[in-house]
């Protein structure tokens, strides 16, 4: 968190204590928390409990999404799956690792993107939060032999009903910002900036993989 004083109904230490207890709970004795990833943690804690001061003081919009950065066995999707309990029911996130949606993509074609999209709606007409993991490491589909690349589609059109009708969108990946840019374009890279909030763990976070 910044420094200073900075007034919040939540107890941050306890929080990351609770987050270790969950994380042992889901994902077993192993799971800890690094020092150095504290500070992450901290702002998705302030992102998820839609706390505004502490999020505001983080740089963080809480009408965007979340795009997870950090390198590979940081823990970034058992993290965001703990966050999901700090959200409210309409708001829980759906995984998907995009590797999985282009493998629906190549047997359902476009009806597999639609599903992320158009029908990605409760019956009260709440949007579905979908969080896509491992971003940018999925290959393109294929449709009647025309490569496609799925995952530019799904974000397009996510973005399209996050303006029209805020729908909430998360990402993790190991990807930095240039290399997204070059794997699904500058166009999709700046509807990101729109869609997301960046948060980073850093190169030395611990491999939590074992």
Known sequence: MSQGPI??????????????????DMFGRDFIIDDVDKPVITRLLAYFLKDKTVAEAEGLDLKKGILLMGPTGCGKTAIMKIMSNFCAAKDRLEFRSSNEVVLDFDTRAYEAIIQFTKKSFYSTGHPRVYCFDDLGLEPDGHHYGKSVNVMRE??????????????????????????????????????????????????SSPDKRH
Do not use: C, W
Request: proline fraction near 1%; charged fraction near 25%; avoid cysteine.
């Open 7 to 24: 007034a919040t109904p939540y107890d941050y230490h306890f929080l990351l204590q609770y987050v270790s207890k969950q994380g042992k």
């Open 154 to 203: 799904v974000l397009l059109s996510r973005y399209n009903y996050f303006i029209s009708r805020r729908m909430i969108t998360h990402v993790t990946t190991k990807l930095y910002s240039e290399e997204l840019g070059e794997r699904y374009g500058e166009h999709i890279r700046s509807r990101m900036r729109e869609m997301f909030n960046r948060v980073l763990y850093v190169d």
